[in-house]
Each structure stands twice: as structure tokens, then as C-alpha cells.
């Protein structure tokens, strides 16, 4: 304990051992700095304080020492333009700030922002704004909209912090509109086609950019969406891999870019991109503040508001540090760290330290919202400092009518932290970038400050002086770790690499720099000097045995476009290697446009043999690629008698039936292939293949030779295997003929053993006849416990029988205690009104949710046993939400974030959970062209396909040119009405194990 004690005495003596020169040493800013305790080892000072700069959320820092910060006063609310972007000036030459005057303004909520040519970018949707100074006054006097067309939304979902990337292009945050259900009259907008306003006939993106990350060229007028999205902030590793972060979130990777995805028409996947912290999502975080000002709906304790993630590529913190990234937490008052690490084709992040932080405030004003890394190798972090951070869509009505949403408005901090005994801020007076020749530019590819090397190059970009290509070719030839990847995409975009800079690129010692020498490859193969190139050829054969899993991952995207020969060969090879990554898998299919049943043959030889989970997710998605395709030749390949190819052929009628089902694919079987496949349904052990091709018959109807059915009849009847039997009783009911479809019946008017029960009510038709509707419901309440809830399912999944339910529970035939929470979800939110209606009716909802509630706020005050709050969170919650160790349903947010949040606040989420929805829970209803509707939350799109995730958390991949219509409901996935099945005490209870 004493060391402790030491160790956080000698944190704020570093906090206080830099006193800023010009800045006035009032208590207040004194306090605040020493609230702070940073890492051992390194110091911290204020540079920025008001009245310099008010409501900062992001900085910049020109070529020449310009210190650019972007304003927002305007959060959460105020659309009045009020935000700015303010320079800060150096009048006493000392380096540090001591002036500040107005750059730019009429900013409405100013997101980010970055220098381009002689002026500023700035990110203000629905536009990205260029400002400059044409007349020297130090304020800008040309104001241009360069893209417009994105969403006006949440603040914290705004399209945000552009970024000069290694390859040139501007990189924009972006994660798509969010519904505002409390303020949409300020929020609704969901933005238009992204466009060049000055060039109407350029490129452009569908409405918001279908809600993902953007990159553009504004001097070419290129615009393209990325495969990924994030929120608030983004970032990249030395070598142009991207990292971003969402709330909750904090950490994740995108793993297969844009134009590998888009390489396949045909690829299904559901999401490009992969979490990456070892240590969770909502993971524990350790604030130190004295007297948090936590709001209604704050998750405390776990990361909850993680933004600003900054990839730390200095230099001057030490090796230790070159793999690092920082995230913002300002809910908390604090700055999470990660070491970042390769894992296969992505990354794991590992914190830095364990059981702390890498800084933490005590001061609950503190709001950590973004960093820049200087020219002096210092991080630098923003704080916004206000009373509340949180929006007002996400507090209490009491607060937010409180008059304290805008507390703390005309403040704002920025803090410099450095190691211990660096040199004082001089960049300020000495940084002069803009007077340099271009050959010291180039030189300065190579520092070891990614600051000074990404300057440079957007400095060489602009200048586009191509007497420096000897010299970048040379940095090339010299291997130099850094420094080399810049000068290839220079010289890329300037047209001048050659075959010797490619192949000295491709062999390059450096991991980071074969990937992007591939991507620079499979742009530049089929061009003069590289097609047809011998040598080149070779080499690029060579990579495909590389010992690092992220260029075979690499090549296997680049193999796209590089048409080398024997590619389906290297692709197997690679992937007999990395089979159990995904996403090399995911590559080798995004890759094998029209060569698709190549590579599925290919792999069959060299895959084959054994199962494996990773070969069997594989083959899936393989299969539902081909499907997709409308390319029926493969089927045969996956027909046979040999029960050892069993799993393997399971894992593709799978991916087959699954794309059929969920998409709506026409995709017709010939007669000799369905009875191939009926064949196979007998002989196979392997229940999965015997539920893949039941799922077959229903979407496409049985074999019409009817001669196999009698021996399917026999071994039914003769079987002890029970699941063999369910599975026949299945097939024999898609006959539809009046003999089965009255033993369906008979099967549960009798004694039947409960796996018969079961299958009777799956294998019944779309339609029963009202006699043995009533049938059915006259055996309901002799029925075993597994087969009543079946035959809800059933009613439920049909939509002519829902009806009839809800009379069945009227008429307490059907007990209400029988329907499980998820179901009277879809009945409480059922898209058609009167079915809607006569749920809450016959459910006996009470609407009035404010009565409601004052009858369970006793609950917070009273004692509650943990171990029966487990029971009554197993019986009530499971079937949406996970929580510590409990595993319960993907479906709904974790609700780990809940066990610090005031008692209160959950019980009035439990009670009335439309008073807030979590970003990105709304419920939608897709109707399909053939006449299906699903209903759940959309998790990601992109330009052919919407992600759906459907209540049992299952993830349906809907193609976009099925979808008839798609309405935003408006309302939580989760209804009014859980009380209904928890008294007072059980609510106490719950609290107890929510917040253990």
C-alpha cells in the first residue's frame, strides 16, 4: 500500500512540475491539472486553456506551426451555427500560445478538422467545408463546399475527423444516421446522395454513404466508401490499417477493405470488420473521479463513450509505445490504452497496464475527447470540460430542464503530455515546413514522427514535384522502415513507380510494406512496364508463401486483380495454411469471381479430409456465394455416398439452404438432384446435412418421384433413433397429402413420445383447417411442456394463426405465463396494428408506464437476494441480453454495462425501455418481395446487403433487391409489460444480481 501511496504522490507531482508560461495561474486550472494522474514516467501540462479556446473537440497543426482548434459549443443541442475554428498565435515568440482569434465560423457542429493546400478542411455536415485566408488578416475569407449530403443526426453519430492517409486520399469518420426518438424535429435528417456540389456530374455515393467510413480525393473529385464504419474518431497504424471505435466499442479493425469486398459481386459476408480487445467489449475501466455527475441511462465502470482513438506514432515515448493506441473516455474522466498485436489477418488489443489507466482525472468536468500527436512527438488531448457530456436523447427530463446542459461552455483545456524531462513546447516558433526544398521534404519520409513524415508527404502531394522521384525511389531501394510506404504511393500517384521500385517494395523486410506493396501491385499489373513482367510475376508468386499471415492475407485480396498464373493453386495453398482465420477464407472467395466452383473443387481435394470449424464456415460461405451467383453446376459436387464427405457437404447445403431461406434467391433444383439429396437424407448420420436439405425441400419442394418416400416411411416407423424420426416425420408432412397431414394430428391427440410431438408441429403446413386449429388447441393443455412451447412458435411464425392465439390467451386455454418475453415482444410490437392492438389487450399492458413505475420504485430501496435475482434475470432475461458469465442471447445490448448505473434508472428502463434506446437497438420491419417480413435490428449495410439481426440474435443476411420495404418502428425491441411477470421483491432482486 505504501508504494501505491508513492507512486500516485510522484503522478501528481508530474502533474504539477510544468507550469505553462503565458497561461494565467488561476486555482481553477491549477486544481484541474492536478486532478489528473498520469502514467509514471511521464508529465503532463496545460497549454490551452479558455479564454483561448472554448468547446474544443479536435486540433490541428500545420507546416508551419499554425495551431487550428475546432469548437462546438453548439452540443448537444444548439443548431445556430455558433461553432468555430480559432488559431492560436505565439505573440512573445516563448512557444506557447498566448493570443486566439476567430479562423473561421458559422459552424453549426464542427466535427473535425484538417489542414489541405493553404487552408483548412473542416468536417460540419451535412458538409466538409474548405476555409482559407486569402489576405493574410489570419482569417479566413473563402469558404467553399467541397462534398456535401451527409446526415445532420446525433451529434456523437455525425460524420467526423478527416485524415491525409498514406495513400493519399482523405479519410472521413462516418457510422450513418441514428433515429432520434426525442429529438427528431432537430436530428431527422438522414442525408442525400454524397456529391462534389461544384461538380454535379463526378463521382458520387448513395444517400449517407450507406452509413460507413468515406474516403476522397478533392482535386480529382474521387469519393468511395470504405467497408467499415466508426464513430467518433479513427485511425491508423504506420501502415495504413484502420482502427476505429464506437462507444461501448472501444477497439476494432477493419479487416478486408472496400475494393477486396467489392472485387466479388457475389460475396456474402455480414460485417468487414473485427472487435479486438482480448479484454471484452464494455470492458472494466478504472476511473478515479470524486463526485461523478453520472447521468440516467450512464453505464458506469465499463467504457461507455470511447472516441478520439489515436494510434501513437511519435516516437518519443519509447519502443514500448510504437504499438499503442489511446482512446477517450470522457464519461469516466479518463484515457484507455491498448497494445495493439497481430492476430492472423486482424489484431488483438491487450491493455497497456492492468487494474488502471494510462490517465485519469478526479475532476468529473474532465471530458477526454480527442488527441493529436505533435511535431514534438507529445500527445496532446482535448478536453471539452463540461458538467455533462452525455446528450440529453439519453438523460432524464429533470436534467435536461435543468439549465446545466450547456455548463462548462466557455471552457476547454488541452493538455501536452511528453516523458519525463522532454523539452519544453517549441514547435510553435520553429517548425517552418512550408520553406523547405522538396528534397528535404522527402527526406523527412523518414522520421521517425508521424507527424513530420504524414506533413511531408501531403506537402509533396500538393506540391507535385517530380524532380524528388529519384530520391523516393531511393528511400525505396534503401529499405528504410519508415519513409518507404509514403514514397510508394507518391510515386503511384504521380505515375512514376516502375517494375525495380515494385519488386524492391515486394520484398522489403517489412511486413507493413509487402501488404501495401501488393495493393500497389494489383493497381498496376495490367499497365505497361508490369504486364506480362517475367520477374515481377515471379516474385509476386513468391509472396504467396510469405511467413507473415497478414501478407498472405493480403495476397490473397490482391490475387483479385493480379491474374498471375496458378492463382487457384496459391489460393489453396494459403488457405491450407490459414483455413481457421475466417477472414482468409472470406479473402480466397473475394478473390474467385467466376472461378468459384474452382476454388470450391480445389478445396474439396485439399480441405477435405478432416472437419474443422473454420473449413466448415468456409465451405458456407462459399456455397452461399455461388448460390448467390445463380451458378447451380457446384451442387453436384456436394451429392455422393460417401459418408466421410458428410460434414463437409453438410457446411454447404447449409450455406445453400441458408441463402435461399433468408434471401429469397430463385435457385432451382434439377429432379435427378433432389433425389440425390433424398438419397443422402437417408443414408447420412449427420443430423446438420439431414436439416440442411429438409430446409432445401421447403424452399423448393420435394423430388417428385415419389418411390423413395415408402422406404422413408419404413425406416420411420422402424427406427429407435429419435432424431432420425423427427427429421422423417418432417419430410414425409412437405407430401401435403390428407393421410399424413391427419397423423400429424393423431401424433398429438395421443400418448406419442414428446420427439414425435415435436416433429408433428414442425412438419405442420403453412395453413391448417380451422377444425384442426381447434383440434390442436383442445390437446393444448394436456401437452408436455417442450411441445406447447412449439406450437406457440407455430402459431407465432404464421401469421393467419397469430390471431387465433391471442383469443386461445383470452380465453386462458393458453396461459399468458406460457409465452416467453421475446414473444410477447413481437406480439407488443407486431407491425400490423389491430394484431398490435389486440396483444396489448389480451396481454393487459398497461400503458400508462408513469403509474407503472411508481408502483416498482419501492424495489430500489429494498434488499434483494442475488441468487433468486439470477433465477428472475435467467426466466425474464435471457432470451435478449448476456450479463457476466450468464449466457443468454445476442440480441439486445450487454447488459454487463448496467452494475453501477443508479437502481432507479434501471428499474425506469425495465418499466418503460421506449424512454431511451440504445444507439443502434431500434426496431425495424423488412417486408420481402416474396411476401416474408422480419423484424429486428439492423447491425450494418453496404451497397448489396442489410445485416439483420433477428430476436434470438441470429444474423440474417437480407439482399437489398428482395426487400419490398423497410419502416423504422420506431420503438425498443424491447415492449412495455416485463413487470407483468416479476413482483416487487423480484425487482429487488434483480437490481441485487444486475449490480453484484
Not at 388 to 403: F, Q
Not at 790 to 798: C, N
Request: glycine share 6%; hydrophobic share 40%; charged share 25%.
Amino acid at each position: 500500500m505504501k508504494k501505491l501511496i508513492l507512486g500516485i504522490s510522484l503522478l501528481f507531482l508530474g502533474c504539477q512540475e510544468k507550469q505553462r508560461p503565458n497561461l494565467a495561474n488561476t486555482p481553477e486550472l491549477q486544481k484541474a491539472l492536478q486532478s489528473i494522474q498520469v502514467l509514471d514516467g511521464f508529465e503532463l501540462e496545460l497549454v490551452a486553456a479558455e479564454p483561448l479556446v472554448e468547446d474544443p473537440v479536435a486540433m490541428e497543426i500545420d507546416e508551419d506551426g499554425n495551431w487550428y482548434v475546432a469548437e462546438m459549443p453548439g452540443y448537444p443541442l444548439d443548431l445556430s451555427k455558433k461553432g468555430q475554428i480559432r488559431k492560436l498565435i505565439d505573440t512573445n515568440d516563448d512557444g506557447y500560445p498566448d493570443k486566439s482569434i476567430v479562423f473561421a465560423d458559422s459552424l453549426t457542429l464542427p466535427m473535425g478538422l484538417m489542414r489541405w493546400k493553404k487552408g483548412i478542411l473542416v468536417a460540419d455536415s451535412p458538409n466538409i467545408l474548405y476555409f482559407e485566408d486569402t489576405d493574410g488578416d489570419q482569417k479566413a475569407d473563402k469558404r467553399e463546399v467541397v462534398l456535401t449530403g451527409f446526415s445532420l443526426s446525433n451529434p456523437q453519430h455525425n460524420m467526423n475527423t478527416p485524415k491525409f492517409g498514406i495513400d493519399n486520399w482523405i479519410y472521413l469518420g462516418h457510422s450513418g444516421a441514428i433515429n432520434s426518438f426525442t429529438y427528431e424535429d432537430i436530428f431527422g435528417d438522414k442525408g442525400k446522395e454524397i456529391t462534389f456540389p461544384n461538380k454535379p456530374n463526378t463521382a458520387f455515393l448513395p444517400k449517407n454513404g450507406n452509413g460507413r467510413n468515406v474516403r476522397f480525393k478533392p482535386d480529382s473529385y474521387q469519393i468511395e466508401s470504405l467497408s467499415g464504419e466508426t464513430q467518433y474518431g479513427h485511425t491508423t497504424d504506420p501502415w495504413g490499417r484502420r482502427f476505429y471505435t464506437d462507444n461501448a466499442n472501444h477497439l476494432f479493425h477493419e479487416v478486408i477493405d472496400a475494393r477486396y469486398v467489392n472485387a466479388n459481386k457475389n460475396l456474402v459476408i455480414a460485417e468487414a470488420m473485427e472487435k479486438i480487445p482480448d479484454h471484452g467489449n464494455a470492458c472494466e475501466i478504472y476511473p478515479i473521479s470524486e463526485s461523478p455527475n453520472h447521468q440516467l441511462l450512464t453505464d458506469v465502470g465499463v467504457v461507455t463513450s470511447s472516441c478520439g482513438i489515436t494510434w501513437y506514432d511519435g516516437g518519443a515515448f519509447g519502443k514500448n509505445y510504437n504499438q499503442v493506441t489511446f482512446v477517450g473516455e470522457p464519461v469516466h474522466n479518463l484515457v484507455h490504452a491498448d497494445i495493439i498485436e497481430s492476430h492472423g489477418a486482424t489484431f488483438k488489443g491487450k491493455r497497456l497496464v492492468e487494474k488502471k489507466e494510462f490517465l485519469a482525472s478526479k475532476d468529473p468536468w474532465f471530458r477526454p475527447v480527442n488527441f493529436y500527436v505533435g511535431p514534438d512527438g507529445a500527445m496532446y488531448v482535448v478536453d471539452y470540460y463540461r458538467q455533462l457530456v452525455e446528450h440529453p436523447e439519453w438523460m432524464s427530463e429533470e436534467v435536461n430542464k435543468s439549465g446545466a446542459l450547456y455548463n462548462g461552455s466557455t471552457k476547454g483545456r488541452i493538455y501536452r503530455i511528453t516523458k519525463k524531462g522532454a523539452k519544453a513546447m517549441d514547435w510553435m516558433k520553429s517548425v517552418k515546413l512550408s520553406t523547405k526544398s522538396s528534397e528535404d521534404l522527402a527526406e523527412l519520409l523518414t522520421h521517425e514522427n508521424g507527424w513530420y513524415r504524414r506533413t511531408a508527404q501531403r506537402l509533396l502531394f500538393d506540391r507535385k514535384d517530380k524532380s524528388v522521384t529519384p530520391q523516393l525511389k531511393k528511400i525505396i531501394d534503401r529499405d528504410q522502415k519508415l519513409g518507404a510506404v509514403q514514397a510508394l504511393w507518391l510515386l503511384h500517384d504521380w505515375g512514376m513507380v516502375d517494375a525495380k521500385d515494385l519488386a524492391n517494395a515486394l520484398g522489403s523486410s517489412t511486413e507493413g510494406m509487402r501488404e501495401n506493396a501488393l495493393q500497389v501491385a494489383d493497381r498496376l499489373i495490367d499497365k505497361p512496364g508490369f504486364a506480362k513482367n517475367a520477374d515481377l510475376q515471379k516474385q509476386l508468386i513468391g509472396l504467396a508463401d510469405d511467413p507473415s499471415a497478414r501478407v498472405r492475407f493480403q495476397w490473397l485480396c490482391s490475387s483479385s486483380y493480379l491474374h498471375l498464373p496458378n492463382s487457384a493453386t496459391l489460393r489453396a495453398k494459403i488457405l491450407a495454411k490459414d483455413i481457421e482465420d475466417q477472414w482468409a477464407g472470406i479473402a480466397a472467395i473475394a478473390a474467385s469471381q467466376d472461378t468459384e466452383e474452382a476454388l470450391l473443387k480445389s478445396s474439396i481435394q485439399t480441405l477435405g479430409m478432416s472437419p474443422s470449424k473454420g473449413k466448415s464456415t468456409f465451405f458456407s460461405y462459399l456455397a452461399a456465394t455461388l448460390v448467390k451467383k445463380g451458378d447451380p453446376a457446384f451442387l453436384s459436387l456436394a451429392i455422393d455416398q460417401n459418408p466421410s464427405n458428410d460434414w463437409w457437404q453438410a457446411a454447404i447445403w447449409y450455406g445453400v439452404a441458408t441463402l435461399i431461406k433468408e434471401a429469397g434467391v430463385p435457385f432451382p433444383l434439377e429432379e435427378k438432384q433432389k433425389e440425390a439429396l433424398l438419397a443422402s437424407f437417408m443414408q447420412t448420420n449427420q443430423p446438420e446435412l439431414r436439416t440442411s436439405i429438409l430446409s432445401l425441400f421447403k424452399s423448393l419442394g420435394l423430388p417428385k418421384n415419389a418411390t423413395q418416400f415408402a422406404r422413408v416411411e419404413q425406416r420411420f416407423s422402424q427406427s429407435k433413433d429419435a432424431q432420425f424420426q423427427r427429421d422423417a416425420l418432417s419430410l414425409l408432412a412437405l407430401r401435403g397429402d390428407a393421410k399424413t397431414q391427419a397423423s400429424l394430428i393423431q401424433y398429438l391427440s395421443s400418448k406419442s413420445p414428446v420427439h414425435l410431438q415435436l416433429g408433428a408441429i414442425e412438419s405442420l403446413p403453412n395453413t391448417l383447417a380451422k377444425t384442426d386449429l381447434q383440434k390442436i388447441n383442445a390437446y393444448y393443455p394436456s401437452l408436455s411442456v417442450p411441445v406447447k412451447k412449439a406450437w406457440i412458435a407455430y402459431l407465432l411464425e404464421h401469421e393467419n394463426q397469430v390471431t387465433a392465439l391471442l383469443q386461445e390467451v383470452k380465453k386462458n386455454n393458453i396461459k399468458r405465463s406460457d409465452l416467453e418475453w421475446p414473444q410477447i415482444v413481437g406480439l407488443m410490437n407486431y407491425y400490423d396494428t389491430g394484431i398490435r392492438s389486440l396483444a396489448r389487450s389480451v396481454l393487459a399492458i398497461a400503458e400508462d408506464r408513469k403509474a407503472i413505475l411508481q408502483n416498482y420504485l419501492p424495489a430500489a430501496e429494498k434488499n434483494g437476494n442475488v441468487a433468486m435475482g439470477q433465477k428472475v434475470f435467467e426466466a425474464n432475461c435471457t432470451s435478449c441480453h448476456a450479463i457476466k458469465n450468464l449466457k443468454g442471447v445476442d440480441f439486445g445490448p450487454n447488459l454487463n454495462t448496467l452494475k453501477s448505473r443508479n437502481a432507479l434508472s434501471i428499474i425506469t428502463e425495465i418499466i418503460n425501455p421506449n424512454n431511451s434506446i440504445a444507439d443502434k437497438y431500434g426496431q425495424w420491419d423488412i417486408e420481402l418481395k416474396n411476401g416474408t417480413r422480419l423484424n429486428g435490428i439492423i447491425t450494418s449495410e453496404n451497397d448489396q446487403t442489410i445485416a439483420l439481426k433477428l430476436m434470438g440474435g441470429a444474423i440474417q443476411n437480407v439482399s437489398k433487391s428482395t426487400i419490398k420495404s423497410k419502416k423504422d418502428l420506431r420503438v425498443s425491441a424491447m415492449p412495455n409489460g416485463l413487470e407483468a411477470n416479476i413482483s416487487v421483491q423480484a425487482m429487488a432482486d434483480l437490481l441485487a444480481y444486475i449490480k453484484k
